[in-house]
């Protein structure tokens, strides 16, 4: 199997993470891995997909579980060589009217979405095949809340210099923020969903500098996108796109030809570059 091509889609059991793996199923050219916290919603979603022609393969993977992320990262190693396009789909969002305390929702939403985010790059991104393709799944609400930060925050988020460890050192200090309730204060918006996509985006942008400086010439390109409202269950029923059609710009960065130079280190949105 070292041969075989393979993609990974976390927390894909259903929603935008499910519907790319259907596109990729019938797209991509090699193995397509489904993944879930609990086994069996990943084997139903298999299931569903296998009822519509589909062949896609599950693994397990709670992304806020290091030795989770580790299990999927040796079995990829072991069984495949590495691996060629992962897409980080997997993230939560509280509701407007959860009663859950603002800083509880700012340290539970940054530790999924942008520090469990980071830990699936750290062990899968040293997998990456040449030409490999990684979409970090972020938002447009993540450069909405870039323009609502204070001007120093802005002009740190947007510094082409910053260093993953220095983005690791904002993100604590949001939840520092937020527990000591003068993140206002201190130039932060009022979303934790926000600060955790903003974080995701400028982590895109980090580490594709971080592999042109250690893996040049291998034609790896990362980019983070945003998918747009989709009708999901964490965005609701009122918003404007399908799942699929959700899906389209994620495929699209996962599919990018080998020869492609670009797009890499951007946020992309509708198949375009956004400004950051």
Not at 24 to 45: H, I, M, S, W
Not at 139 to 147: E, H, Y
């Amino acid at each position: 199997m070292a041969g075989r091509r393979v993609a990974v889609v976390t927390g894909s059991n259903k929603g935008i993470g499910l519907a790319i793996v259907r596109a990729l199923c019938k797209q991509f050219t090699g193995n397509v891995y489904l993944t879930a916290r609990d086994p069996k919603l990943g084997e139903a979603a298999v299931k569903e997909l296998k009822g519509e022609g589909l062949t896609a393969f599950f693994h397990q993977l709670d992304i806020t579980d290091l030795q989770s992320i580790r299990r999927l990262r040796d079995f990829l190693e072991q069984k495949y060589g590495g691996l060629d396009v992962l897409i980080n789909n997997a993230g939560i969002a509280f509701k407007d009217a959860d009663p859950t305390p603002f800083d509880v929702q700012a340290e539970v939403t940054l530790k999924t979405n942008f520090s469990a985010t980071r830990d699936v790059c750290n062990e899968l991104l040293p997998l990456m095949k040449p030409h490999g393709r990684v979409v970090n799944i972020s938002s447009w609400i993540g450069s909405k809340t870039l323009a609502l930060c204070s001007e120093d925050l802005q002009q740190l988020f947007r510094s082409n210099a910053i260093t993953e460890e220095q983005l690791v050192t904002l993100m604590e200090k949001f939840i520092k923020d937020t527990k000591d309730g003068v993140h206002s204060k201190e130039g932060w918006p009022h979303t934790a969903y926000g600060v955790s996509k903003l974080g995701v985006t400028v982590l895109s942008k980090i580490q594709a500098r971080t592999l042109n400086e250690k893996r040049n010439g291998e034609g790896i390109l990362l980019n983070a996108c945003c998918p747009g409202w989709v009708m999901t269950d964490m965005a609701g029923p009122d918003a404007l796109k399908t799942p699929d059609e959700g899906a389209e710009t994620p495929v699209y960065l996962a599919l990018l030809p080998p020869d492609a130079e670009g797009p890499h280190g951007q946020l992309v949105k509708d198949k375009k570059v956004e400004k950051w």
